[in-house]
């Protein structure tokens, strides 16, 4: 019986021993960065030991560090089971989000905030939750953007962060590679280019980098270059060797006597153990804009940009700052030629993992906004950059239904062209004639003008008196008629409410022909014109409603005409003395012209005259309607300026 306890106590030290030493094994290979590895080691003892917490912990953060939280779920389940602590129910609930599952992220969340009294904790916990609140309030920021995973182009392997310049479309991809990269288990990435024409790719010829060698056992990746071709930035890191930088940095290649340079470490790294990756160059050159978690940043990693120094290397980076850094990660920035600045993150209100994102430039700074669900997914969604702003470009993904691994997706605006209205106005030009009717007035002068008084073109009528002009519907405009001998004459038109509502629309180009007249008058020097509907109350002068509203129309003609001098005149009947009807008459015509003058009218244009009785129409007016014919006010133009 003592020899077999002995052989069980033996045993259990060996099982004891293995474990212990598997244990510290998968420890070592975690701290190294050495994910996959270490996942293989811990899945192990879990074979063995499906409830040994360290095992368990470490598998998640494992799936965590190198991008697969979504695998964790099951593990972090597993810690919380046995402990409900902040960390284990915050992990669980961003696991959760990463695959949709709000409900339980939700869960998580608030249970974590029950277990802290951690003001960061709170903090992180309040954007989370408000995170999730705003899910159902996120809208298409192109409603109508179509993606396309370009099967073509993709591998199995990882592909991703599209850049074009010069004709040439450059990305990062696993294929080729013989090396496998201990964090993630999938080959290591390299700088690819091919031939590119709009969003046509010439899949037949994708080449490694010939600019420079990739190099083997490191992630090369995110490509940008400067406008001129000439400046080559990119990230690396990753190395296999112990002797290399133990950070992903930034490295530029410059084009000097007719090729590239090796590539060399950036200043703007500043520090070898911070990561700095996703590099882009602003449209102009200028700018530097890259992700890092240098210790200023928001938590994670954080988009900075820096300005291009007198000596071509780029500096004095700055935070972004929290409007647009959050203590999430944010990177793979893209800045438009318009000043928007569209990137990835998964710290603002977004669908998963990475999603798309834009901010815009406000009086109160960033203001940032999610594409929208027709972009972004629950999963990663990122390294956008558009070949024809806003309407064609790439981006990059692992949504589901892809090749494999990361996928480049085309993308392309298909908004439906709208349809057109053409209001097509037939203008129709006539004179009045002294026997009372109209005529053909060919060779007239037409112009149209729009609401804000911008010429929008003229022609002369032609022998019909007829001309056309094509207006745009739901709009106002004014249209002017001349000709020499006789009163220039505007009028409006408005083509409001007189075309069909465009989603009643069936074809691409409606025409709607409407028509319109302007009669001209003829302007004959001494001529006098009678002034309708022009009445004073009895021994009054003052300019009454019904008698401004004709004045009105005067006043037009004055503004169509400048180069008129007119006198206005008053006339009475003859029911007075003739000093009371002169007295009267040249009042009232005083009181006509000032009122002209209150118009905007010069006063240096206006004559004003008093004629009493001394011009009646109809003499010995026997009723009421025949002095009303005599009271009457006139005017006739009496100087044509040149």
């Given at each position: ?6 052989f069980?106590s ?6 004891v ?20 590895v270490a996942?293989?080691?811990y ?10 917490a ?6 998640a953060?494992?799936y965590?560090?190198?991008n ?9 389940e ?8 902040f960390d284990?129910?915050y ?8 695959v949709g ?11 974590a905030?029950?277990?802290?009294l ?8 309040a954007?989370?939750l408000k995170?999730?609140?705003e ?9 109508y ?7 073509l ?8 962060a599209p ?11 696993g ?10 288990g999938t080959p290591y990435h390299k700088?690819?280019?091919?031939r ?12 490694a ?9 490191l ?6 270059m ?8 990119y990230?690396?890191?990753n ?9 992903v ?6 084009f ?9 470490w950036?200043p703007?790294n500043?520090?070898?153990?911070w ?15 890259f992700a890092s ?5 928001q938590g994670?990693?954080d ?7 007198a000596?071509?290397?780029?500096g004095n ?5 929290p409007q647009i850094n959050?203590?999430?990660?944010e990177m793979?920035?893209?800045l438009a030629p ?19 994102f834009?901010?815009e ?17 629950i ?11 806003p ?16 996928d480049?997706y ?14 097509l ?9 002294e026997?009372?009717?109209t005529?053909t ?10 609401a ?11 022998q019909?008196g ?6 745009a519907?739901d709009?106002?405009?004014?249209i ?5 001998g ?7 038109y ?16 409606t ?18 014109i ?13 300019i009454r ?9 005067l ?6 005409n400048p ?15 003739d000093?009371y ?5 040249q ?6 012209v000032?009122y ?6 010069d ?8 004629y009493?009785k ?17 009271r009457?006010?006139?005017f006739?133009?009496i100087?044509?300026?040149?």
């Amino acid at each position: 019986m003592k020899a077999i306890n002995l052989f069980y106590s033996l045993l259990l030290f060996l099982v004891v021993s293995s474990c212990t030493s598997v244990m510290q094994k998968g420890l070592n290979q975690y701290s190294a960065g050495e994910y996959q590895v270490a996942l293989n080691t811990y899945t192990k003892v879990l074979e063995k030991d499906p409830d040994n917490a360290a095992a368990n912990l470490y598998v998640a953060e494992s799936y965590r560090l190198s991008n697969r939280i979504e695998q964790a779920i099951p593990y972090y389940e597993k810690l919380v089971e046995k402990e409900e602590t902040f960390d284990n129910l915050y992990k669980l609930g961003r696991a959760k989000k990463s695959v949709g599952d709000y409900t339980g992220a939700r869960e998580a969340f608030e249970k974590a905030r029950d277990l802290t009294l951690d003001d960061n904790h709170q903090k992180l916990l309040a954007l989370d939750l408000k995170n999730l609140d705003e899910i159902e309030a996120i809208e298409d920021y192109f409603p109508y953007l179509e993606l396309e995973n370009y099967r073509l182009l993709n591998t199995p392997q990882a592909d991703y962060a599209p850049f074009v310049n010069g004709g040439h479309l450059y990305f990062s991809s696993g294929r080729q590679s013989s090396a496998v990269y201990k964090g993630t288990g999938t080959p290591y990435h390299k700088l690819f280019r091919t031939r590119i024409e709009g969003t046509r790719v010439d899949v037949q010829n994708v080449q490694a980098l010939p600019e420079f060698r990739n190099e083997e056992g490191l992630n090369q990746a995110a490509l940008t270059m400067t406008p001129d071709g000439n400046t080559i930035i990119y990230a690396r890191g990753n190395s296999t060797s112990n002797k290399d930088l133990p950070e992903v940095q930034l490295f530029a290649s410059y084009f000097r006597g007719g090729g590239f340079t090796q590539p060399i470490w950036m200043p703007v790294n500043e520090d070898e153990f911070w990561h700095n990756t996703s590099p882009m160059i602003s449209p102009d050159g200028t700018e530097l804009y890259f992700a890092s978690n240098r210790p200023d940043g928001q938590g994670g990693l954080d988009l900075y940009v820096a300005t291009r120094l007198a000596n071509g290397d780029f500096g004095n980076a700055k935070n972004l700052g929290p409007q647009i850094n959050t203590p999430g990660n944010e990177m793979f920035p893209y800045l438009a030629p318009d000043g928007k600045l569209f990137f990835a993150s998964d710290g603002h209100p977004g669908f998963g993992k990475l999603d798309l994102f834009v901010a815009e430039r406000t009086d109160k700074g960033w203001e940032v906004k999610n594409l929208g669900s027709n972009v972004n997914t629950i999963k990663d969604d990122f390294g956008l950059f558009f070949t024809k702003y806003p309407t064609e470009g790439f981006l990059s993904s692992d949504r589901e239904g892809g090749i494999g691994d990361d996928d480049i997706y085309v993308f392309e605006d298909k908004t439906p062209k709208p349809k057109i209205i053409n209001v097509l106005l037939n203008v129709t030009t006539l004179e009045n004639k002294e026997d009372g009717t109209t005529a053909t007035l060919p060779q007239t002068r037409v112009v149209l003008y729009d609401a804000a008084n911008k010429n929008m073109g003229g022609d002369f009528s032609n022998q019909n008196g007829r001309l056309r002009f094509t207006l745009a519907p739901d709009a106002n405009f004014t249209i002017i008629a001349s000709k020499s001998g006789y009163f220039s004459k505007s009028i409006t038109y408005d083509t409001r409410g007189k075309t069909p509502r465009v989603e009643d629309l069936v074809q691409e180009v409606t025409n709607i022909t409407l028509d319109t007249t302007i009669v001209l008058d003829p302007l004959i020097l001494e001529r006098s014109i009678v002034l309708e509907n022009i009445y004073y109350d009895l021994d009054r002068a003052e300019i009454r409603p019904d008698a401004a509203l004709e004045l009105d129309k005067l006043v037009q003609i004055l503004k169509d005409n400048p180069a008129i001098r007119i006198e206005l005149s008053s006339h009475t009947d003859d029911r007075a003395t003739d000093a009371y009807n002169n007295n009267l008459s040249q009042r009232r015509a005083e009181s006509a012209v000032a009122y002209l003058v209150s118009k905007g009218i010069d006063a240096d244009r206006l004559v004003a005259k008093g004629y009493g009785k001394q011009q009646l129409i109809i003499q010995n007016a026997k009723t009421e309607e025949e002095h009303q014919v005599n009271r009457r006010t006139e005017f006739k133009v009496i100087e044509i300026k040149q």
